[in-house]
């Protein structure tokens, strides 16, 4: 059965760093891109990070970009999404999620499909 466990949330300072995993089990990263999805108090649910299984791209929101970096290690079967500079806006309930790309005028985004985890919550507040 294909399973998603997220992991590393907490709280941190505003300019601290912060390290989610999110541990895949019932599937390969070379099967399934996946992608981190986050929802803040109040809003909608945004696409944050994807990183593809087929040649290991890697897609980040606007917001996020030169901050934030997504990897994976397949031996491991976990996708990482490693957090810097962070601000109160960035904190949430942070999601791992399979992926479909789509494209909007010709640029692909991260696009959550048919499987979640249950979420790790970060706060980033002095």
């Known amino acids: 059965q294909l399973q998603l466990v997220e992991s590393g949330g907490g709280l941190v300072q505003p300019g601290g760093s912060l390290r989610l995993s999110c541990a895949a089990s019932g599937l390969t990263l070379d099967m399934y891109t996946i992608g981190w999805f986050r929802q803040a108090p109040g809003k909608e649910r945004e696409g944050v990070s994807c990183?593809?299984?087929?040649?290991?791209?890697?897609y980040y929101v606007d917001s996020v970009k030169g901050r934030f970096t997504i990897s994976r290690d397949k031996a491991k079967n976990t996708v990482y999404l490693q957090m810097n500079r962070l601000t109160p806006e960035d904190t949430a309930v942070y999601y791992c999620?399979?992926?479909?790309?789509?494209?909007?005028?010709?640029?692909?985004?991260?696009?959550?499909?048919?499987?979640w985890g249950k979420g790790t919550l970060v706060t980033v507040s002095s």
């Open positions: 990183i593809s299984a087929s040649d290991g791209s890697t």
């Open positions: 999620a399979t992926v479909a790309l789509l494209y909007r005028d010709d640029v692909p985004a991260c696009y959550g499909t048919n499987y």
